[in-house]
């Protein structure tokens, strides 16, 4: 798809979702390997990269993006098959690697350097496997709810992650395609599970529910249960142990984390893990903020975010 096409369908669908007050910022986009990349680049000097997850797009720094972009450049990308990036219907086009390259062709393009990479949910292990591949170009880590080593908190069993029963239902061919890419399940169901604070979510919901048209647009969302991993072999789990966690054995720079300690998708665990990988990482646990929260807890988290930046 041409980036006039894709550029004219994401103006219409921010105007149709009324968008603009939310986030007022310029819808930019980058050729990548598996198509048109949506991103916002607001501000200027040394680059803060923001990186969400499933099911959410760039609206999910909206508040960051404002908040920083005063002092700092911030780019938020949405990846393929979210929010308003092109969607590919072709599971093919969904795997860590190839996520992975898409970012690499945006941090490319605009040949950034001096990154501070935050990262929450699937951001983790596609932001650090960019950074595996190009260390030079990271200065900072922030990390918000996420994984990027396996197993993904010390003590699982590396042969046999136990998953939740209705993550194993959701990744089931035929019932996980009827609940995620009919039903919206993530964005209609998750998000709110996982959301602590459901008034704010009510208010913006209709953002992150209509930037999926139809089952079809559905399909990136669809993959990434999918590419959880359950044992070492797993595509997925062999660029954590090969990638994104033996970088973070070498990554000595600055880093921070905070943490929703009511995420029902990561346990405390996870975070005793990031403890021992990041040592030198000063730790704000947000004992009401759930899995998004940058929804929850926006401004304690951009105000720590400035401390981090100027220090």
Excluded at 131 to 154: C, E, K, Q, S, Y
Excluded at 184 to 200: K, L, N, S
């Amino acid at each position: 798809m041409t980036e006039t096409k894709v550029s004219a369908q994401a103006a219409a669908l921010r105007r149709e979702l009324k968008l603009d007050a939310e986030y007022p910022f310029e819808s930019r986009f980058v050729r990548t390997p598996q198509g048109m990349m949506h991103y916002v680049d607001e501000g200027s000097g040394a680059p803060v990269l923001l990186l969400h997850g499933n099911p959410t797009w760039s609206f999910l720094w909206r508040r960051f993006v404002t908040g920083l972009s005063e002092a700092h450049r911030v780019i938020a990308p949405d990846h393929i098959g979210f929010g308003l990036s092109e969607k590919p219907s072709d599971s093919a086009a969904y795997s860590i690697d190839t996520h992975i390259r898409n970012l690499e062709a945006l941090v490319e393009r605009l040949d950034l350097t001096d990154i501070t990479l935050v990262m929450q949910d699937w951001g983790g292990p596609i932001g650090l496997g960019m950074a595996a591949r190009h260390p030079g170009r990271i200065a900072r880590l922030v990390v918000m709810n996420t994984f990027g080593f396996w197993p993904p908190a010390d003590g699982m069993d590396p042969e046999n992650l136990p998953l939740p029963a209705p993550l194993r239902l959701m990744r089931a061919k035929g019932p996980g395609d009827v609940l995620v890419c009919r039903f919206g399940f993530f964005e209609r169901v998750v998000m709110r599970m996982a959301t602590g604070d459901g008034r704010a979510l009510r208010r913006v919901h209709h953002a992150y529910k209509g930037v999926f048209r139809s089952p079809a647009e559905r399909a990136g969302v669809m993959a990434f249960p999918r590419l959880i991993p359950t044992r070492s072999a797993h595509p997925s789990a062999q660029i954590l142990l090969r990638e994104t966690g033996p970088f973070l054995e070498r990554f000595e720079g600055p880093a921070r984390i905070f943490w929703g300690m009511k995420d029902p998708l990561f346990p405390p665990e996870a975070l005793a893990a990031w403890r021992t990988r990041l040592p030198q990482a000063e730790v704000t646990e947000l004992p009401e903020a759930k899995h998004y929260l940058q929804e929850d807890a926006p401004e304690e988290i951009v105000a720590g975010l400035h401390r981090f930046l100027a220090a």
